[in-house]
């Protein structure tokens, strides 16, 4: 290691002011031990084994936004904030749910036995009409003879949009779809803006015998869509926030995230409970660690949703607070036994402030952390409002990503150690008493070096 650096010069331009370690001028010059000693308050606390027992918990049960899973998750990130002295924030805010009502079908009078699911967005209407089947439902399977009547069409090599579209265009009254091959259930489909016609999907089996009776005979069919339609629902971000010591406060604020909510079929264990339970543990040391920077730990809500959560936390910040937000951490997939290395990526694939930090606490803590080019998750609304922001993630992911499978027992400790170490070097970097972040920060033992990765996810 360069031991003669004076200075670091951050990807934002910045240079920050000479290295000087310490307030204690009894304490030892920089060296190589020191450059751990740097680190030690803060990332010796680190307990894997609080995070493994946190990750437990909260992956007991889905999480998925504006669900009694997610309510649960979040009472307990508060209380456990509250308990490390925390003052909180719940942030609500509306997600909007698709409910599919109810729908239904009858051919020749008789109803169909099979389960019908109303496709996302599909109006609200009862029709009635010859059925006609149209294959896959391309432009140029489907003729004018499908005009008036209901549409069968099998799922499969084109997109929903451009399937509904054909029909639509040419005159059909109703869509029935049944799945495709090597496809189970009938849990499928969309309709969108303007294609303003009932449709609901059925199984592939059920939708062979309809195509051998429509070689037979001509049936009548109805379809009927009812109820369908979308609701409110409220999910929330939790916030606890850590007040600068009052003598040193620089005004600066520092957010350290990850999402709490899950997708609805999962129990999310490393997507994303272990950002979680890292932001807790974080949290929880950081509460008896005097900064000059105020520190904001908060979970999302409604990120599998689409960043709801985080896009309203960005909103909700004052101009002078995005002024003061020098940086948001976010953690997102930080403990999988199966997955790659730890990668920071940014969603304009440029270094800042966050890279700089993290690249620079991966070196004395374990060795280079490169960095790379994803949106994805809750950094993305910081980086839109000119936060220096990124995603702490291990890439490749593992093949449990969003399914059910995503449990506890493929979450490593030692992944979740390594992380939180790092992360937590990298806020007590820019927050310690005696580092004032920006232009008075005396920082890093060394500025790292860290290199763009293309590698795949
Ligand atoms: N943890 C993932 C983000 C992710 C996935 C990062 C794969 C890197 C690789 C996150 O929870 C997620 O699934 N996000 C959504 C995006 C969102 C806008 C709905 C996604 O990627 O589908
Ligand atoms: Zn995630």
């Known amino acids: 290691m360069n031991k003669k650096a004076l200075t670091i010069t951050l990807a934002t331009g910045l240079v920050l002011s000479p290295m000087s370690f310490s307030v204690d001028a009894a304490k030892?010059?920089?060296?190589?031990?020191?450059?751990?000693?740097?680190?030690?308050?803060?990332?010796?606390?680190i307990s894997s084994?609080?995070?493994?027992?946190?990750?437990?918990?909260?992956?007991?049960?889905?999480?998925?936004?504006?669900?009694?899973?997610?309510?649960?998750?979040?009472?307990?990130?508060?209380?456990?904030?509250?308990?490390?002295?925390?003052?909180?924030?719940?942030?609500?805010?509306?997600?909007?749910?698709?409910?599919?009502?109810?729908?239904?079908?009858?051919?020749?009078?008789?109803?169909?036995?099979?389960?019908?699911?109303?496709?996302?967005?599909?109006?609200?209407?009862h029709v009635t009409g010859s059925l006609f089947y149209v294959g896959l439902g391309s432009k140029d399977e489907v003729g004018d003879e499908v005009a008036g009547k209901i549409a069968l069409i099998e799922r499969g090599t084109y997109s929903f949009y451009e399937k509904i579209q054909n029909v639509y265009d040419k005159g059909a009254i109703g869509v029935i779809m049944f799945n495709g091959e090597g496809r189970s259930g009938n849990s499928f489909g969309y309709t969108y803006e303007g294609q303003d016609i009932p449709a609901v999907a059925i199984t592939r089996e059920a939708g062979l015998q309809l195509v051998e009776q429509l070689n037979n005979e001509d049936v009548k069919g109805t379809v009927s869509v009812e109820n369908a339609g979308t609701i409110d629902k409220t999910s929330y971000n939790v916030i606890g926030k850590k007040e600068p010591h009052p003598n040193k406060d620089n005004g600066q604020i520092v957010s350290i995230g990850a999402h709490h909510d899950s997708v609805p079929n999962g129990p999310g264990a490393n997507d994303d409970a272990s950002g979680v339970a890292a932001t807790l543990e974080l949290a929880r040391i950081m509460a008896k660690t005097p900064t000059d920077t105020e520190l904001r730990f908060v979970t999302f809500g409604a990120e599998e949703k689409g960043l709801v959560g985080s896009y309203h936390y960005a909103d909700s910040l004052t101009d002078d607070e995005i002024e003061s937000t020098v940086a948001h951490f976010q953690m997102d997939m930080v403990g999988s036994r199966d997955a790659g290395e730890l990668i920071m990526f940014t969603p304009d694939g440029n270094k800042n402030l966050v890279t700089d930090l993290g690249a620079s606490a991966g070196a004395r803590i374990s060795g280079a952390v490169d960095y790379g080019e994803l949106g994805r998750s809750d950094h993305v609304p910081f980086f839109l409002k000119g936060i220096p922001a990124a995603l702490f993630i291990h890439a490749p992911l593992e093949p449990w990503y969003h399914s059910p499978d995503d449990t506890i027992d493929k979450i490593s400790k030692e992944k979740l150690q390594n992380v939180a170490e790092i992360v937590g070097a990298a806020v007590y970097q820019i927050a310690r008493p005696d580092t004032p972040a920006l232009e008075n920060a005396r920082v890093a033992p060394n500025p790292a070096d860290y290199v763009f990765d293309d590698r795949p996810l």
Do not use: C
Not at 28 to 45: G, L, T, Y
Not at 93 to 100: A, N, R
């Open 49 to 125: 084994e609080n995070m493994y027992n946190n990750i437990a918990l909260l992956s007991k049960q889905p999480r998925a936004g504006g669900t009694e899973g997610e309510y649960k998750a979040v009472q307990y990130i508060k209380s456990e904030f509250e308990r490390y002295g925390y003052k909180t924030e719940l942030q609500p805010f509306t997600i909007q749910e698709w409910d599919g009502g109810d729908s239904s079908i009858s051919l020749n009078e008789q109803v169909f036995p099979g389960d019908v699911h109303t496709f996302e967005g599909s109006i609200n209407d």
């Open 28 to 45: 030892p010059a920089p060296n190589e031990q020191s450059d751990h000693a740097f680190d030690n308050k803060v990332i010796k606390k």
